[in-house]
């Protein structure tokens, strides 16, 4: 069994007992650094009532916790399915240097896991997606971003 293969392994491991306990549904998540599982999650949608509570957002915030840093640099995701668009938009922010995935996006859905909606709302113009979206106050709010430009000491990410 190769080194990839037993992180997997965890990442299942923490997908079933997260199931078995009515935590949420069955996914599992850990974030590897060297050789180090550096965070772990497995999604806590039903326990928290925190629909963002998925594992990979769960394990990406344990381990940014554990490295005290907002960027997983050098890091490897090790997921129990491809993540949905929420959890990519978590990873990218987040930087690792790789993801392994174990069931797809496919397996997800048939199982009544289905982000297809979410896919192709998000290549909609705003005008059109199915949860209206509009936008106000822009000119207040650009003030604020104005600010962040000119700020001195903000760290980027």
Not at 19 to 46: A, S
């Amino acid at each position: 069994m190769t080194r990839e293969e037993r992180f997997m392994l965890e990442a299942i491991k923490l997908s079933h007992q997260g199931m078995t306990n009515n935590e949420g549904g069955p996914f599992g998540c850990i974030v590897v650094k060297g050789d180090e599982i550096v965070g772990r999650g497995n999604n806590l949608v039903l326990l928290t009532n925190d629909p963002t509570a998925h594992a990979e957002v769960v394990a990406i915030r344990d381990a940014c916790q554990h490295l005290n840093s907002f960027q997983l640099e050098d890091c490897e995701i090790y997921t129990s399915c491809e993540p949905c668009p929420m959890c990519m938009g978590a990873i990218y922010w987040a930087r690792p240097k790789v993801v392994y995935f174990g069931n797809s996006r496919g397996d997800a859905s048939e199982i009544g896991f289905d982000d297809s909606m979410i896919y192709e709302e998000l290549s909609q113009s705003t005008e059109q997606r199915k949860i209206p979206m509009r936008s106000i106050g822009r000119e207040e709010a650009l003030k604020v971003f104005e600010a962040w430009k000119n700020k001195m000491d903000k760290t980027m990410y």
